[in-house]
């Protein structure tokens, strides 16, 4: 497993943007499949965006399509870029990493070995 610390969250205005980053303390970053998960107050943690090993395979959620990118660079380090942010995407954004070729097209949290602690985002109207 993998430690993952994400940062980057905060209250912003509909609208606005911010952007999440997701730290692993490991040297075999490429070995990972990361993935964005969010959970929202009373709701079941679910899916948001996932990239593959080297960056070039991303697939999104239909809610957050054309708003959101993810990204990742060659050492250890995931972005969630999320523009024109809307009160539904209020939630704590989970981080999470796997090594399973399968988990790219499940997209199940359960196929996740491990997470990060959470970041909050809080759209206002």
């Known amino acids: 497993q993998v430690q993952l610390v994400e940062s980057g969250g905060g209250l912003v205005q509909a609208g606005g943007s911010l952007r999440l980053s997701c730290a692993a303390s490991?040297?075999?970053?490429?070995?990972?499949?990361m993935a964005w998960f969010r959970q929202a107050p009373g709701k079941e943690r679910g899916f948001v965006a996932i990239?593959?090993?080297?960056?070039?395979?991303t697939y999104y959620a239909d809610s957050v399509k054309g708003r959101f990118t993810i990204s990742r660079d060659s050492a250890n380090t995931m972005y969630l870029q999320m523009d024109n942010l809307k009160p539904e995407d209020t939630a704590v954004y989970y981080c999470?990493?796997?090594?399973?070729?399968?988990?790219?097209?499940?997209?199940?949290?359960?196929?996740?070995?491990?997470w990060g602690q959470g970041t909050h985002v809080t759209v206002s109207s």
């Open positions: 490991t040297r075999t970053f490429s070995n990972y499949i």
């Open positions: 999470a990493a796997s090594t399973s070729q399968s988990s790219f097209s499940s997209r199940r949290s359960g196929d996740f070995g491990s």
């Open positions: 990239i593959g090993r080297y960056g070039s395979s």
